[in-house]
């Protein structure tokens, strides 16, 4: 008799503990046809380690493969948001190294975002430390101060012109608002919530990529009894 999983009706061979195309975990038989119990329960007990994370290897591949990613995406970010992909290709990576040593040789979506989420964590702080000392080099360094102040009265006065063309906010709001960002306390806050928003946007990328590189790198593989 064929046998078919319950979920996606393709066939499964007797020894299967697992389908081999949705992965959903399938009862094993004996020949004789009567379920032993240990053989029933072992899918959900692999199912189980599928979703749990041994966070030493873990923490090893992501601080080995986040850090250095994050510190990259630091200086990509600046040219566009497409240097913040790196991320997610380093969480999949991250992902696939974890999964080298793992038995069984997968692992569920859930635990990939949770590598994937302490991957972001270590790259966005890596990439917020990076964005800093990068900051501080060229301006007290190699005294690019001038630059970073030329530049940033250039984009204080394009934003104040074009609040000034919405009609939303009197002269007076306008120029109060100018005059705090280009105050030290106003550049420094805009300073920190642009690399506040780069840590962020760098977690999400990488949960997701996480995510994805458990959905489509760690395919259930076929278990032998």
């Not at 959900?44 to 966070?55: F, G, K, P």
């Not at 635990?111 to 790259?123: F, K, S």
């Not at 102040?149 to 120029?175: H, K, P």
């Amino acid at each position: 008799m064929e046998l078919t999983c319950s979920r996606c009706h393709q066939t499964v061979h007797p020894e299967d503990c697992f389908c081999p195309y949705c992965g959903l975990p399938q009862l094993v038989y004996p020949a004789d046809g009567s379920a032993g119990a240990g053989q029933a329960e072992r899918p959900l007990e692999t199912a189980r380690d599928a979703d749990s994370i041994e966070w030493r290897p873990a923490m090893r591949s992501a601080l080995a493969i986040g850090i250095p990613s994050g510190i990259l995406c630091a200086e990509l970010t600046r040219a566009g948001l497409l240097g913040a992909l790196l991320m997610p290709i380093a969480a999949a990576w991250v992902v696939a190294v974890y999964m080298r040593s793992r038995r069984p040789s997968w692992i569920t979506i859930g635990a990939g975002a949770r590598i994937g989420l302490v991957t972001g964590i270590l790259g966005g702080w890596a990439a917020a430390g990076a964005a800093a000392v990068s900051l501080y080099a060229k301006r007290f360094w190699l005294h690019q101060g001038q630059a970073f102040d030329d530049l940033w009265q250039s984009t204080v006065n394009q934003a104040t012109q074009q609040l000034a063309l919405t009609g939303w906010f009197d002269a007076q709001s306008i120029a109060a608002n100018k005059a705090f960002m280009l105050s030290p306390e106003g550049r420094a806050g805009s300073m920190l919530f642009n690399t506040a928003l780069l840590a962020f946007i760098l977690l999400v990328f990488s949960l997701a990529g996480g995510a994805l590189g458990a959905r489509f790198i760690g395919r259930p593989r076929r278990t032998r009894p």
